[in-house]
């Protein structure tokens, strides 16, 4: 088997938020020269009707809950709407600045053009970027993987879910086809090695082995594709999408080289904001909780859904960071301590449906502690 090396070549999109130097692949470059315009604002070609309208929006809006840096001005940031009255403009043609993880070409890319059609999709460096972008009111909304169908959970993300205060407001499903990019002129048999985000290069496990290809591990993989190409690499290759191939000018060596061919990424849609649930339509709910140590305690945590006919679609635990209990018993033939978990639970109901607060409400009664992620409408549709 091909051994992996940990390596990241790839000098990734600094982020605004973190590093305000300038530079042409600057994540959030153009959300900085858009601060001094008021979302609400026309131009001079706009209508006299759309002038109106957008007088109108601007009394809908209300002084956001924001706690400004010293270093920013509140006058000088946009003002998004709520995600309640973006989502009535989406319809009408508005154009969200939607935040994603990775470079132009990214799958998430994708699903953030899925999500959201005719978004202004926004680049960010790391998971990180993309949930203080939304929380700085730099971007209205961001699409973040969250499971894959070969790979599993992004477990990064669920943690960062709870250590943010953004909802859950969607959710949506792409069909991950991954291609084997090298630069024009070279074949597969020229290649050493491949660059390629951990999840791509695991779900292109069997093939890259028959290949003999030594992978690498960076950020994304449109990442990796946009150093092959930059650095006019002639032993390496690249894992990504169709896309990345057509915007970093490289040539597909192979198609669907993915070990199953029913390759999904679930994402998640994020809002500061959250939706306000319905029952026309199939809702998912999606919480989190601790439970105290002891025989029996997620039985009874995960009974409460059954007894109510409520349907589980995921569970994951993660262990409680930064905190590590201490058994009674200190002897050495006995393990000195357990991890307390957190449980992140989703379930097909909504929350303004009563069994999902009656649910709730009973799990409340042992759980140390619950908090609702979001209650969203399913996707259901094929990826």
């Known amino acids: 088997m091909a051994a992996t090396t940990p390596r990241s ?57 924001y706690e400004f ?26 154009r969200l600045r939607v935040a994603y993880q990775g470079v132009r070409g990214a799958y998430s890319e994708s699903a953030a053009e899925k999500a959201y059609p005719n978004c202004e999709a926004v680049p960010c460096e790391q998971f990180d970027t993309a949930f203080e972008a939304v929380e700085r009111w730099l971007v209205d909304r961001a699409v973040l993987p969250i499971e894959n169908s070969l790979g599993g959970s992004i477990h990064r993300n669920y943690d960062l879910l709870l ?18 990019l090298a630069n024009h002129g070279i074949k597969v048999e ?10 791509a290069l695991a779900q292109c496990e069997n093939t890259l082995t028959k290949l003999g290809l030594v992978r690498e591990a960076v950020d994304d993989t449109a990442g990796a594709a946009k150093h092959v190409a930059f650095h006019k690499l002639k032993d390496a290759g690249a894992v990504a999408s169709m896309t990345a191939a057509k915007i970093y000018g490289l040539d597909v060596l192979a198609q669907d080289i993915q070990d199953d061919s029913d390759n999904v990424t679930r994402f998640l849609m994020l809002a500061r904001e ?7 339509k199939p ?23 059954a007894m109510r006919n409520i349907n589980l679609t995921k ?62 409408p399913a996707d259901n549709g094929l990826p």
Do not use: W
């Open 9 to 65: 070549p790839i000098s990734p999109l600094h982020s605004q938020i973190k590093n305000p130097n300038p530079n042409p692949f600057f994540t959030l470059k153009l959300l900085k020269r858009r601060r001094r315009i008021p979302l609400h604002a026309c131009s001079s070609s706009e209508s006299k009707n759309q002038k109106t309208r957008a007088i109108e929006l601007q009394k809908l809006i209300e002084d956001p809950p």
């Open 69 to 94: 840096n010293s270093r920013d001005s509140p006058a000088s940031l946009p003002r998004p709407l709520t995600s309640a009255q973006l989502s009535n403009l989406a319809s009408e043609g508005s």
């Open 163 to 180: 250590r943010h205060r953004l909802h859950i407001v969607g959710e949506v499903k792409l069909a991950i086809r991954h291609c084997l």
């Open 190 to 199: 020229d290649l050493k090695r491949v660059l390629s985000h951990p999840q």
């Open 274 to 280: 959250p939706i306000i649930p319905g029952t026309d």
């Open 283 to 305: 809702f998912k709910t999606s919480v989190v909780f601790s439970l105290d140590e002891g025989p029996g305690m997620l039985f009874k945590a995960l009974a409460v859904f």
């Open 315 to 376: 569970i994951e635990s993660r262990p409680l960071q930064k905190r590590a209990l201490q058994t009674p018993d200190d002897s050495a033939t006995v393990f000195p301590k357990y991890f307390p978990y957190l449980f992140y639970v989703d379930f097909e109901a909504s929350m303004a449906d009563e069994r999902a607060q009656n649910a709730l409400g009973h799990l409340k009664e042992f759980a140390t502690f619950m908090r609702v992620l979001g209650s969203y």
